[in-house]
């Protein structure tokens, strides 16, 4: 079965510079997730997207942009790249209809880490 | 807000033995309770939910998770513990009208031979 497709699955950056972080969900899913796990913590809800707009929104700090494109695919574009912005990113999608009773299906992540 | 505790760090287990790994909960309205597993360098894996009707849920590879509305718990068990069960696991919930799961810290099962 299909899943849910990050890339790339490993990223290293300088401090100061961007880095763009894609997912693509499994197909017919229509939201989104992005979560953000630092070095031996939980995952952390950033931003969420439902049918291309904006859902909900946790502790993403404004340096942080996301976006979900019409074939259902998103991005987290992060700017200013600091040290503690190093950490695994996992998107995680759902399917339609399921709404709060329905389970999330995560990627393997993007490992981003700032020098 | 909603709120998930899971208060031990690590939980240590002999294959062939039960384990139980705890979470209590916070939320208003209904809770919807999820649990699920991370292997190392590993996305998280859904086990089972929590939504409505039976406390006892059953979920993949052999897990259950008992839900308890007075004690606000959702403790994932399971009979018959495999050294393969040795992972990171994390409890997370939803509350009425809300879209984002929100995790536990997590708890380190290690399953000894």
């Known amino acids: 079965a299909a899943g849910v497709i990050q890339s790339p699955r490993h990223l290293i950056k300088e401090k100061r510079e961007t880095a763009t972080l894609k997912c693509y969900p499994i197909p017919r899913h229509d939201t989104v997730y992005w979560y953000q796990q630092g070095p031996g913590q939980d995952p952390q809800f950033l931003i969420s997207f439902y049918e291309k707009m904006q859902s909900d929104k946790g502790s993403i700090p404004d340096r942080f942009s996301a976006q979900q494109f019409s074939d259902y695919h998103s991005e987290l574009n992060m700017s200013s790249l600091e040290l503690g912005d190093s950490a695994l990113y996992f998107c995680?999608?759902?399917?339609?209809?399921?709404?709060?009773?329905?389970?999330?299906?995560f990627g393997e992540g993007s490992r981003l880490t700032v020098l | 807000a909603q709120s998930v505790a899971q208060p031990e760090d690590q939980v240590n287990v002999a294959e062939g033995n039960p384990l139980t790994v705890k979470c209590t909960y916070s939320?208003?309205?209904?809770?919807?309770l999820f649990w699920y597993v991370q292997y190392p360098n590993r996305g998280l894996q859904f086990l089972l939910k929590?939504?409505?009707?039976?406390?006892l849920v059953k979920g993949s590879y052999g897990f259950e998770a008992e839900f308890n509305k007075s004690q606000t718990s959702f403790h994932l068990k399971k009979p018959s513990a495999l050294v393969s069960d040795s992972a990171l696991y994390f409890c997370?919930?939803?509350?009425?009208?809300?879209?984002?799961?929100?995790f536990g810290t997590g708890t380190r099962l290690l399953v000894s031979p």
């Open positions: 939320v208003s309205g209904n809770p919807y």
């Open positions: 995680a999608s759902s399917p339609p209809g399921t709404g709060v009773t329905g389970e999330l299906f």
């Open positions: 997370a919930v939803r509350g009425t009208g809300f879209q984002k799961l929100v």
């Open positions: 929590y939504i409505t009707g039976d406390n």
